[in-house]
């Protein structure tokens, strides 16, 4: 039994110990923590027989396997086990072309912990048991798997755990395979509350909105990806660790040289009051377009708006800014375009525009020149356009308004690529002779103007 009170789901799950187990728990289902913990039982029980018991992680990103190793050496100090502090190293990655940071512990009789992230050329060369955290949202995880299977040596363990993303993808196999290799732990939101997990699963349903996204992160259902434009492993390609966040967004981490860059394109999706206001910033470099800011709003005052517009405007090379010119936009543009010239373009929504704009972003995807965040709720917002067909035979993109927003990173994000896609024909502005109406943003409600609003 473990020396740290379970609940009953991650108690089976820890005195589960096949050479092949995979866990698909529902999202705050404490997936990590209870691996972790098993991780460390194992190498407690090595140690004190005198044998070594090496272990890898391999998680998404940098920050998510420092903090699987943060919570490694929680439950070291709960066994008292004289773990190393966590030191730092780095590993160059040829497919990359980047260096990425690894996370070791070791303990006194030899055994060791490395935590890094999922990378063919970073998993290479090791041998030990294999945790794959929250596999089924790695970049590649087909080329991953090959990488990381052969570090087994034929007679250590690999443990899987995921929230489902891709039907038919590795994970998706490993859950359905009927072989009998595989010990499976399947645990949807209702049973690990009836295990006494704290969820209040209506408020949290209520508040997250979105009844796909529910049902895929919570009650572990394989959705459909048919009629989604950007699919989640397409969207997997993008993801990178190098985007730190920030208390309004995100932002290319601290070691970048910001001077380097040579030219920027912003591209904002304008609202007020129900969706998101979001601000998204990429770099042009060779055959690559990648972010270096995104500022999300939500109910913030337009002044307040473009004051972080004229901050971006300001700390970046931008050479173009395309604004969501349509209804509430047509005034932030015109006051954009009087302070930044024909550096604005603004783009008006028309069926016809969402086409050209959802294409050009699938195509960068598809060249793997974008970059994003390793965001869920990004993800989730770049993967809910779906493309449609309408009686008349016209393609439609759209997606579901929910209380996270209107897939509003998706646009932003079109824009900026937009903008970038031409940049050397801004549309220009010329102001018209005459007395301009005084207007105040801020009187923009529901669609319409207030009284008093010019």
């Known amino acids: 039994m473990a020396i740290i009170p379970l609940l009953s789901y991650q108690e089976s799950c820890f005195r589960d110990r096949p050479r092949f187990k995979v866990l698909m728990w529902a999202r705050g289902a404490r997936k990590t923590f209870t691996t972790t913990l098993e991780i460390a039982d194992s190498i407690f029980s090595a140690e004190s027989e005198g044998r070594i018991d090496p272990w890898m992680i391999a998680s998404r990103g940098e920050r998510q396997s420092l903090e699987a190793m943060r919570e490694f050496k929680r439950h070291c100090r709960a066994y008292s086990l004289a773990a190393s502090d966590i030191t730092e190293d780095k590993i160059w990655s040829e497919s990359e072309g980047r260096w ?76 359905t395979d009927d072989s009998g290799v595989w010990s499976k732990h399947i645990v949807d939101i209702y049973q690990a509350v009836a295990a006494g997990l704290p969820f209040n699963i209506e408020l949290e349903k209520a508040a997250l909105a979105d009844p796909d996204a529910w049902a895929q992160e919570y009650e572990l259902k394989w959705l459909d990806e048919a009629s989604a434009w950007l699919s989640y492993e397409l969207l997997s390609y993008a993801e990178t660790d190098e985007l730190e966040p920030t208390e309004s967004g995100w932002r290319l981490s601290t070691e970048v040289d910001y001077y380097s860059l040579k030219e ?60 969501d010119q349509t209804g509430m936009g047509e005034v932030v543009v015109e006051q954009s375009q009087d302070e930044f010239g024909s550096r604005v373009e603004g783009v008006q929504f028309s069926p016809v525009v969402k086409q050209d704009l959802a294409i050009l972003l699938k195509q960068q995807y598809e060249d793997q020149s974008l970059t994003t965040p390793i965001c869920p709720g990004i993800r989730d917002s770049l993967h809910s356009v779906k493309k449609t067909t309408t009686a008349a035979g016209n393609f439609r993109f759209d997606a579901e308004r929910t209380d996270l927003g209107h897939a509003d990173y998706f646009w932003a994000q079109a824009l900026a690529v937009h903008g970038a896609s031409n940049p050397s024909a801004p549309v220009e502005f010329r102001a018209l002779p005459g007395k301009r109406l005084a207007y105040n943003l801020n009187d923009y409600v529901g669609g319409n103007w207030r009284d008093g609003g010019w």
Not at 104 to 118: C, D, F, H, Q
Not at 282 to 288: D, I, M
Request: hydrophobic share 40%.
């Open 100 to 175: 990425f940071k690894v996370y070791e512990v070791t303990l006194p009789i030899g055994s060791r912990v490395l935590a890094l992230p999922a990378n063919p050329d970073t998993i290479r060369g090791y041998t030990g048991n294999v945790y794959l955290d929250e596999y089924d949202i790695h970049k590649d995880p087909d080329a991953i798997w090959k990488a990381a299977y052969p570090v087994l040596r034929g007679r250590y363990r690999m443990v899987v755990s995921s929230t489902p993303m891709r039907k038919g993808g590795r994970f998706y196999r490993l859950v």
């Open 264 to 323: 920027c394109y912003l591209g904002w999706d304008i609202a007020r009051r129900r969706d998101l206001s979001i601000l998204w910033v990429v770099a042009r470099e060779a055959n690559k377009t990648p972010t270096v800011e995104i500022c999300a709003m939500k109910g913030q005052r337009f002044d307040a708006q473009f004051a972080e517009f004229r901050r971006l405007m300001k700390r970046y090379p931008i050479r173009r800014a395309c604004l």
